[in-house]
T-cell receptor, first 113, second 112 residues
């Protein structure tokens, strides 16, 4: 069966510090991978998606970046965090051309102070 | 812009009652999905309905889709306290490729 992992679960970082969030998927190959951000009481905002190794599409201009160094690994990064980067970050995967169900990880809660 | 918009934003009912949540969207879709999110957790897929389907059932869930009105509804029958969660609709817009667009969700509270 497929599983998706995210870490860390929670993170408190000062403004201006770097960020690295990791997401890995097990039990499937060549998944589509997604990073979302969810502000408190809001819906999900798609940040990045990837259909293959090294292929990253950005949805929203910002100070975040994503990388996919391996087939089942998706990393969200920032060189300098802003207060507005606080939120709940969710990684998800899908197969079948991306039009079917997305499976979500447990999320990382980031607080930038 | 938000493709899917759920209504109401919040809903509070008693155990045993039915809960109905609605979703409206703006553009043509390939399919529409409903997801559930418990507080502080990831989303869990509930049901997918394709653009050529009008109604779908899964256990206590019933989803309808009206493409002429660009709207969908999620009905949870005989609700339980464990159904307390946020519910999101997500649309796969025609021509979007690989992406779902989520609404802001309906927060359902089922009181025991």
């Amino acid at each position: 069966s497929q599983t998706i992992h995210q870490w860390p679960a929670t993170l408190v970082q000062p403004v201006g510090s770097p960020l690295s969030l990791e997401c890995t998927v097990e039990g499937t190959s060549n998944p589509n991978l997604y990073w979302y951000r969810q502000a408190a009481g809001r819906g999900l905002q798609l940040l990045f998606y990837s259909v293959g190794i090294g292929q990253i599409s950005s949805e929203v201009p910002q100070n975040l970046s994503a990388s996919r160094p391996q087939d089942r690994q998706f990393i969200l990064s920032s060189k300098k965090l802003l207060l507005s980067d606080s939120g709940f970050y969710l990684c998800a995967w899908s197969s079948g051309g991306g039009r079917e169900t997305q499976y979500f990880g447990p999320g990382t809660r980031l607080l930038v102070l | 812009s938000q493709q899917g918009e759920e209504d109401p934003q919040a809903l509070s009912i008693q155990e045993g009652e039915n809960a109905t949540m609605n979703c409206s969207y703006k553009t043509s879709i390939n399919n529409l999905q409903w997801y559930r999110q418990n507080s502080g957790r990831g989303l869990v897929h509930l049901i997918l309905i394709r653009s050529n389907e009008r109604e779908k059932h899964s256990g206590r869930l019933r989803v309808t889709l009206d493409t002429s009105k660009k709207s969908s509804s999620l009905l949870i029958t005989a609700s339980r306290a464990a159904d307390t969660a946020s519910y999101f609709c997500a649309t796969d817009a025609a021509g979007s490729n690989y992406k779902l667009t989520f609404g802001k969700g309906t927060l359902l509270t089922v009181n025991p």
